[in-house]
């Protein structure tokens, strides 16, 4: 089998640890550097730039599974990296099964609701946009030529990955009874979901990717702040928080919503391997799947 992962970040070279030694593994990268660090993580690289078209043709009939992890470039509308990478896998494509890491920002603000993958996408913002032009774009070629999955991941963090700088600088957060919800995969956890629905996902199927935390933002916050061993963040008025934070955190600050992870359960079968933020920074012990 071969697998191409497309977007070898963090979460993508996880992934590729997890399928070494069961799959041959390419991977797209523009850069000489990039392609060094494909190959100390065991995967052939493939100089190609979704930015790009030209250059992509010989991906066409590279691999029978596709990981697409690659985000949006950071301005416009619409996300034409999925554009052409979808153009190129259109050509002769040997591609069976492709998954696409989206973003759960395309539901928009759901006012604190539990969010299953039926509600409607009404994204506010242009990086969610961005994303609800990608899933488009991916379930009409899945429609057309082979089987796609969608995963829509809140806030991925690990112990690398986690808003620690924010806590250091004693940022405040919102009083709580004005807070909003927020949601998190560990990518660990991405890494292997990802890898679940590109063998047993339903045909273009939607998956909310997320775990078992029921926390509001501040909670999260306080969270990082124990795992630290610093202060917790001061609590505000939600005003005086908005005057206080960048205009992107702002946007986080805006939605709220409760993600409903029933559907990898149940027709995935998958199980956490943290299944909480605390169990993930380490402070609780993870599920064993």
Same mark, same amino acid.
């Given at each position: ?119 409607? *996408?009404?994204?506010?913002? =242009?990086? /969610?946009? +961005?994303?609800?032009?990608? @899933?488009? $774009?991916?379930?009409?070629?899945? #429609? ?96 005086? *928080?908005?005057?206080?934070? =960048?205009? /992107?955190? +702002?946007?986080?600050?805006? @939605?709220? $919503?409760?993600?409903?992870?029933? #559907? ?26």
């Amino acid at each position: 089998m071969r697998i191409l992962i497309v977007g070898c970040g963090d979460v993508g070279l996880r992934a590729a640890g997890l399928l070494r030694g069961r799959a041959r593994l390419y991977g797209l990268s523009p850069s000489p550097e990039g392609h060094v660090q494909l190959r100390a993580a065991g995967i052939t690289p493939i100089p190609g730039d979704l930015d790009q078209r030209r250059g992509l043709a010989r991906i066409a009939a590279l691999a029978s599974h596709v990981l697409h992890f690659a985000p949006p470039p950071p301005q416009g509308e619409t996300d034409p990296r999925s554009r052409h990478l979808l153009a190129a896998l259109g050509r002769r494509s040997l591609a069976r099964c492709l998954v696409y890491i989206s973003t759960s920002g395309v539901y928009g603000d759901c006012a604190g609701a539990r969010v299953a993958e039926t509600w409607p *996408v009404r994204p506010n913002n =242009t990086r /969610a946009r +961005r994303r609800a032009d990608a @899933e488009v $774009r991916l379930r009409r070629f899945g #429609r057309r030529r082979g089987r796609i999955c969608i995963l829509r991941a809140p806030g991925i963090y690990s112990r690398e990955r986690m808003p620690a700088a924010r806590v250091r600088q004693g940022l405040p957060a919102i009083q709580a009874e004005h807070d909003v919800y927020t949601n998190h995969i560990h990518a660990q956890d991405l890494a292997r979901l990802a890898i679940t629905a590109l063998f047993r996902g339903r045909p273009n199927r939607v998956y909310n990717a997320v775990d078992d935390s029921d926390l509001r933002m501040g909670d999260w916050f306080d969270v990082v702040a124990d795992h630290l061993g610093l202060a917790r963040p001061p609590r505000l008025s939600k005003a005086e *928080v908005m005057a206080a934070v =960048t205009p /992107a955190m +702002r946007t986080f600050l805006s @939605e709220s $919503r409760r993600l409903s992870n029933r #559907r990898i359960k149940r027709e995935l079968g998958f199980r956490h391997l943290y299944p909480s933020v605390r169990a993930g920074l380490g402070e609780e012990p993870g599920r064993i799947p």
